[in-house]
């Protein structure tokens, strides 16, 4: 029987020891999706205790509590610190099969040198101990980076964020490139309530009068520059669902300006489509020109606990897996629109949905044009399918529709300054695949070969993406 833990964690045969530990153990990190705050990165955050650190802002461990029967005070509430710590304890030892398991585990392993299993029995000690060395000073925002081997990160910031913390932090020196990432989703989501009020925080940014289609998408352009003076090569859009029509009777313009002129207009589904698809082409072109990525992020439905929304807000642990009927159509119809026009932007696709996962294996080998490697192609396994089984289904789906070392490989999509061990996680699953395939004879071992996948998938391929422009 194998030792929880232990130096071959998930590593199940020989050949995939041999892998992770010679080609992917030691390789640097590129983050290319998270959502570390820049601010906590320029300032050196050093946290109180390990909740400040684990639990302050993590929905996927508030939703594993409330699922043992925790009451809200104790995950959201104002509960003390050391309660709430008490009482995630608790619920790992409820989290068999969850990835929450390993990576709690992993993470104490990694940062706090705590080599056993958290349990209600151990807490104490583990508090006092973690506590200890955060209190060192050891385990700051910019030290958890530069120990982790960091090379480079993207942050997912609005379009309206000055990005004054990542001018801070390029010019303190920092070893680690900090970059941001766009994010427009508020100017796409007209419907919403607070789109008008949006549209006013834009137009103080750029300094431009916003009246019109035209000179919003003269502010953005603004921003798109901005942002792209800062570093920036990568947008990230995320949506319920792909909504895309390539000629619709709606005037945008009119529903833009009815949109601001009353607010508490209710549009109808046709010009919510309509508004999305000329914004969204509009931006998909302007990556393109600037040769960025643009990733796609669907199959999410938010915020379906309203009760839970008015008591914790948003990002509590309340949204769930979804899918169109067809999400297909409007997305290919999409990408083939901005391929005929030869801007079609280098794209990065996901779906929360794991049924899914051949389809957009097959429609990203439709786009791919031969320019690059890997120009359309599907993104990590997501949020609830980054886990052991997710994330072998995503492989196995991915590599028999399309070439392997091309994948741009994991991201921590985190809050929190501990997940770079999903980097890790994600490694020796990679290898315990790719080692399992080689024993039952169906790849050879061949290790050039083998060592310039690992190398790729785990690094080459999203340092590139960001770099090698």
Known sequence: MKSFL????????????????????????????CHIESKEIAEDKHFENLTELWLSGDHYKWRLMRAC??????????APDKEKFMMWAKAVESAFGNPLYHWTNLELSRYFNINEPLTTENAEEIWDKANELLSSGKLSAKSIMSSSNVEAICTTDDPCDSLVYHEQIKESGFDVKVLPAFRPDNVIDIEKK???????????????????????????????????????????????????????????NDVFEDKLSSPDTVLTEQQIIAYKSHMMMFFAREYAKRR?????????????????????????????????????????????????????????????????????DTLCGCFNDGSIPGKIQHGAAWWFNDNLVGMEDHLR?????????????????????????RHEYFRRIFCNFLGTEIERGRFPYDKRILKDLIQRVCYKNSRDMLFGR
């Open 6 to 33: 232990d130096k071959d964690f998930l590593l199940e045969n020989k050949t995939a020891v041999e892998l992770y530990d010679s080609f992917a153990k030691d390789l640097p990190i590129v983050d290319y999706h």
């Open 292 to 360: 960025w990525t643009m990733q796609l992020h669907f199959g999410c439905k938010r915020n379906v606990n309203s009760v839970m929304l008015d008591k914790a807000g948003i990002n509590c642990g309340c949204d769930t897996i979804t899918g169109a009927n067809d999400f297909l159509t409007p997305l290919s119809g999409f990408m083939d629109q901005l391929n005929s026009e030869g801007l079609l932007p280098r794209m990065i696709i996901y779906s929360l949905n794991p049924t899914d996962n051949t389809v957009i």
């Open 194 to 252: 607070s789109f008008g009020s949006y549209v006013k925080k834009l137009e103080d940014v750029s300094g431009i009068k916003i009246g019109s289609i035209a000179s919003l998408k003269e502010a953005l352009i603004s921003r798109l520059d901005h942002f792209a003076s800062h570093g920036c090569v990568i947008a990230d859009h995320g949506t319920e669902y792909i909504r895309y029509v390539k000629d619709s009777v709606v005037s945008v």
């Open 69 to 78: 029967g925790i009451d809200e005070r104790f995950i959201t509430g104002d």
């Open 397 to 421: 789906s991915l590599c028999s529709q399309s070439p392997l070392p091309c994948f741009v490989g994991m991201l921590t999509d985190s809050r929190c300054f501990l997940s770079y061990t």
